[in-house]
């Protein structure tokens, strides 16, 4: 059976640092058939920038630009994104010991910063931004929502494209954000362009259901899932870290695409389903051409 399907990531880090970089994770990615990549920046500390302060940030956006950069020139359709982590906000205070008041002051100015690169067209969008998805204070809770909320008015203002890392919780992290959505007048084809990262299936169908994107985990067991139990409504993401220091990599990108390949072959999904969530779904959210 040949597979006449490309082959999308929809969130995705690299790491030119302590990884490999953008360069080679598009090559190999498009060696497998990839033909686009939503890249994520990461905090500066995993670029070896320790400074907490604004200029820090600054220049981990630079850093990220420029591997958004090397992925296009490997003809790649790539879109790039950069944001203020919710973990950054616990690191902040814990490691660096910035006061509460002052990180939110910080991730609100790296925001607008970020908004205004939306805007100019030089990002794609704002990313991560959301909610700790572990147990933490009520005060840094607070203070990520609100970066949170000031990254969703940029995209009403400026089209800006959001991917949030949020809490696990299903129909009720859907509505919690919804309400965010709603305080800021969110809505008409804005609301697709919000999406929610790393999702659970339950998750995922509640974003859909309410007129968000969303994308999952391109593991085989949540892939084998999804393709016998949703309809193809989501996007499909690595959330590789491209650090072999750090813990918790979800997926290569290009061994995401081997999973599909391989649950095509088995029968469990067919080439219509593929075609949706890798190409219809992406152009969709990302307004981005293929081919």
């Known amino acids: 059976m040949k597979l006449d399907v490309a082959f999308s990531d929809a969130h995705s880090h690299s790491n030119p640092v302590h990884g490999v970089g953008a360069k080679v994770i598009a090559r190999k990615f498009k060696e497998k058939g990839g033909w686009f990549i939503a890249l994520v ?41 950069s944001g203020f982590h919710p973990a950054d906000v616990d690191r902040l205070i814990d490691k660096y010991k910035v006061p509460g008041e002052s990180v939110l002051e910080l991730g609100l100015k790296v925001i607008e910063y970020i908004g205004g690169l ?15 998805h572990y147990k933490t204070s009520p005060e ?9 909320e000031k990254a969703l008015e940029y995209l009403v203002d400026y089209d800006c494209i959001i991917q949030m890392h949020l809490e696990h919780t299903g129909p009720i992290t859907v509505e919690l954000v919804d309400r965010v959505a709603k305080r800021v007048n969110l809505r008409g084809r804005h609301m697709k362009r ?14 859909y259901k309410r007129g968000y994107s969303s994308t999952i985990p391109g593991t085989s067991r949540l892939l084998r899932y999804a393709f016998t139990t949703m309809d193809p409504f989501y996007m499909v993401e690595s959330d590789y870290i491209d650090d072999p220091h750090r813990p918790g990599v979800v997926a290569y990108p290009w061994a995401v695409v081997d999973e599909q390949v391989e649950l095509y072959r088995e029968g469990v999904v067919d080439e219509e389903y593929l075609h949706k969530i890798n190409i219809d779904n992406v152009v969709r959210v990302f307004e981005v051409e293929y081919g």
């Open 140 to 148: 840094r809770v607070v203070i990520a929502e609100l970066i949170l």
């Open 118 to 132: 939306c805007r100019d067209r030089v990002l794609s969008g704002i990313g991560e931004v959301g909610r700790q």
């Open 41 to 81: 920046s990461l905090s500066p500390w995993s670029y070896g920038i320790e400074s907490p302060g604004y200029e820090s940030y600054i220049k981990a956006i630079t850093v990220h630009r420029r591997e958004c950069d090397d992925a296009a020139g490997e003809r790649l359709n790539v879109a790039c994104f």
């Open 194 to 207: 919000l999406i929610f990262h790393h999702s659970k299936p339950v998750t995922s169908l509640e974003a």
